[in-house]
């Protein structure tokens, strides 16, 4: 009666060395060091030291998770067909600032900077509050997971998706996020493992941040 859920941030992405907001105009998708990051954790995911395996593959549609899904897919003895791409766990959105570099979205729509302490601001014009994408990955994750129970469950997604995962899981408000941050590094795994414990659904977290197979790239 056990479920496990595996959540793996994407690898480095130009958004991220470049700092321009990356949504569905803005990603270009990995880096040449992010394509190395995939690399090294598909290997991992393929050798006798890893103990993820995987029942099913979920990836966000953004062009940096779906290039980092399709590198690890093999290494899970997946392939392409096998993998269900989901927008609903895309990154947060920011509407018209989608494309801009940081600083200058920032100049024009404040709401970037305040967007971790005012959850139900959106931060620039069609963009997204933070309490909304609260609301999209929790829906996303109570899906997938009701989808899959008793499975094991590789999610290719953002460090945003892995940090709303925390408060969906833990049942803590989106405010929380003003003063509490679960960051990622690129490709790290995130695990959760859920069972039945005295009648009541039980949420392990086993282990967060797990980057160990870049060891021998980034030291």
Known sequence: MTTHLYLIRHGEAFTNVERIFGGINGCRGLTLHGRAQAHALAAYLGSSR?????????????????????????????????????????????????????????QQYPGFGTVHAEVFTPVAPEGERRA????RVSEALERIIASNLERRIVVICHGGVIEASFFHLMQLPPQLRSRNSFGVHHTAITHWRRRIKDGRIDWHLNAHNDYRHLQDLEG
Do not use: C, F
């Not at 909304?132 to 609301?135: A, P």
């Open 50 to 106: 890893s103990p993820i395996k995987a029942d099913v593959l979920y990836a966000s549609t953004l062009p940096r998770a779906r290039e980092t899904a399709r590198i690890v897919a093999p290494a899970l003895k997946l392939n392409e067909d096998d993998i269900r791409w989901d927008d609903a766990l895309h990154e947060l959105r920011e509407g018209v600032a989608d494309g801009m570099y940081e600083g200058d979205a920032l």
């Open 132 to 135: 909304s994408v609260q609301l």
